[in-house]
Nanobody
Framework: QVQLVESGGGLVQAGGSLRLSCAAS????????MAWYRQAPGKQRELVAT???????NYGNSVKGRFTISRDDAKNTVYLQMNSLKPEDTANYYC???????????????WGQGTQVTVSS
C-alpha cells in the first residue's frame, strides 16, 4: 500500500510563511506527478500547485508568486513553501501523487489526509 503523510500546517499571521511537507511511504516502483490541493469550509477543493516527474511546475492563479512547490525524489517527498500568506489561504491542504506500484502495474492517484493551515488577519 502507498501512504502520503502531510506535515507542517498550523496557525500563522497574515504575511507570514509556512512550509508543508508530504512524504510518500510503502511499496512502489515510481512516483510521477505530485500536487497540492486545498479545501476551505463550504468551498470546492482547488488546485494549488503541481510538479511533474521532470520538475515542471504549475500554480493556481491565487498563489502564483507567493507559493513554491518542489520535490526531493530521494526522500519521496513534495514540499510547498508558502510566503506572504493571506487569510484567504486558510484551508485544509492535501497532497496527492501519481504512483506506479510496479513496472507492470498502471499508475494510480493517492491522497494524503490533509493538514490544516490557518492564517489570521
Amino acid at each position: 500500500q502507498v501512504q502520503l503523510v502531510e506535515s507542517g500546517g498550523g496557525l500563522v499571521q497574515a504575511g507570514g510563511s509556512l512550509r508543508l511537507s508530504c512524504a510518500a511511504s510503502g511499496s512502489f516502483f515510481s512516483i510521477n506527478a505530485m500536487a497540492w490541493y486545498r479545501q476551505a469550509p463550504g468551498k470546492q477543493r482547488e488546485l494549488v500547485a503541481t510538479i511533474s516527474g521532470g520538475g515542471s511546475t504549475n500554480y493556481g492563479n491565487s498563489v502564483k508568486g507567493r507559493f513554491t512547490i518542489s520535490r526531493d525524489d530521494a526522500k519521496n517527498t513534495v514540499y510547498l513553501q508558502m510566503n506572504s500568506l493571506k487569510p484567504e489561504d486558510t484551508a485544509n491542504y492535501y497532497c496527492n501523487a501519481i504512483v506506479r506500484r510496479s513496472l507492470l502495474m498502471n499508475e494510480y492517484t493517492y491522497w494524503g489526509q490533509g493538514t490544516q493551515v490557518t492564517v489570521s488577519s
